[in-house]
């Protein structure tokens, strides 16, 4: 039992690690964008036209995912597993379907999600969330579902309703 309990902290710490890094890439590609907003256009955004913002561009599917799954990191049950795995198939989809994959580094970039997928999957993750491992399969299958769904709702947003900076500044 002391092994295991180890293995679910040294899990959890990997798994928070990844949340964080997602977390933290994305604040920092919306920071770098505000910052070239305010800089090179000299626009200066209210707390409102910066939320708007953060929706034109993303239809506010990419935040509402990353905040899902941190918080399902702290949800104890299944629910909180789903959030997590929802947000690893949803990058594995988007890199699969919107993303163009042009060389091998590309493809190297799909076993990262896989590889936290499989990560998922392991007993004392599990354990720790399901309780039970009865109902792994259903609960993958809920979790590509809705990222796979999510994928595509993004992607059609994102080609039939993309819009430049300059627009997004326009209908701000």
């Given at each position: 039992m002391h092994k295991q309990?180890?293995?679910?902290?040294?899990?959890?710490?990997?798994?928070?690690?990844?949340?964080?890094?997602?977390?933290?890439?994305?604040?920092?590609?919306?920071s770098h964008t505000l910052y070239d907003i305010k800089h090179y256009y000299y626009i200066h955004l209210t707390w409102l036209k910066t939320i708007k913002f953060i929706f034109y561009p993303t239809y506010l599917?990419?935040?509402?995912?990353?905040?899902?799954?941190?918080?399902?990191?702290?949800?104890?049950n299944s629910l909180g597993w789903v959030f997590i795995t929802q947000l690893?198939?949803?990058?594995?989809f988007q890199?699969?379907?919107?993303?163009?994959?042009?060389?091998?580094?590309?493809y190297l970039l799909l076993f990262i999600p896989i590889l936290?997928?499989?990560?998922?999957?392991?007993?004392?993750?599990?354990?720790?969330?399901?309780?039970?491992t009865n109902n792994v399969f259903t609960l993958n299958l809920v979790a590509i579902f809705t990222s796979l769904?999510?994928?595509?709702?993004?992607?059609?947003?994102t080609?039939?309703?993309?819009?430049?900076?300059?627009?997004?500044?326009?209908?701000?």
């Amino acid at each position: 039992m002391h092994k295991q309990s180890k293995l679910v902290i040294i899990s959890r710490l990997i798994l928070g690690i990844l949340l964080l890094f997602f977390l933290m890439t994305y604040i920092y590609t919306i920071s770098h964008t505000l910052y070239d907003i305010k800089h090179y256009y000299y626009i200066h955004l209210t707390w409102l036209k910066t939320i708007k913002f953060i929706f034109y561009p993303t239809y506010l599917i990419i935040p509402s995912m990353l905040v899902l799954a941190v918080i399902g990191f702290f949800v104890k049950n299944s629910l909180g597993w789903v959030f997590i795995t929802q947000l690893l198939y949803f990058k594995l989809f988007q890199i699969l379907f919107i993303e163009i994959l042009n060389n091998i580094t590309d493809y190297l970039l799909l076993f990262i999600p896989i590889l936290f997928i499989v990560f998922m999957n392991i007993k004392p993750l599990r354990v720790y969330y399901l309780r039970t491992t009865n109902n792994v399969f259903t609960l993958n299958l809920v979790a590509i579902f809705t990222s796979l769904s999510l994928v595509l709702l993004h992607g059609y947003l994102t080609i039939n309703h993309h819009m430049h900076l300059m627009d997004i500044i326009d209908k701000l």
